[in-house]
Nanobody, 117 residues
Framework: QVQLVESGGGLVQAGGSLRLSCTAN????????MGWYRQAPGQQRELVAT???????NFVDSVKGRFTISRDNAENTVYLQMNSLKPEDTAVYYC???????????WGKGTLVTVSS
């Protein structure tokens, strides 16, 4: 059973930075495509960033140039570095893992990021 444990959320002022972490247990980490999604109050969950096992990344337009995603395969962890945060980045951020070629997806419980203006 794949378990994803997120950490790093919190309250930050606009223009500040936060780093989210997500550690995966119960699976060979290199077989996972990893991603971060977010859901703001009253809105649908949206993709923020993804990273493949080979390190290829993809970002939603609204965070390009401000967020970076990286992974440490030795630590089974994916990171989301968020800089120049804006109030509109306020959301619960969820870690997602996809086992490549299987169609199976797993989700973390989410971590709240609040950006004050």
């Amino acid at each position: 059973q794949v378990q994803l444990v997120e950490s790093g959320g919190g309250l930050v002022q606009a223009g500040g930075s936060l780093r989210l972490s997500c550690t995966a247990n119960g699976v060979i980490f290199g077989l996972l495509n990893m991603g971060w999604y977010r859901q703001a109050p009253g809105q649908q969950r949206e993709l923020v960033a993804t990273i493949t096992g080979g390190g290829s990344t993809n970002f939603v337009d609204s965070v390009k140039g401000r967020f970076t995603i990286s992974r440490d395969n030795a630590e089974n962890t994916v990171y989301l570095q968020m800089n120049s945060l804006k109030p509109e980045d306020t959301a619960v951020y969820y870690c997602n893992a996809e086992i490549v070629g299987s169609g199976r997806n797993y989700w973390g419980k989410g971590t709240l990021v609040t950006v004050s203006s």
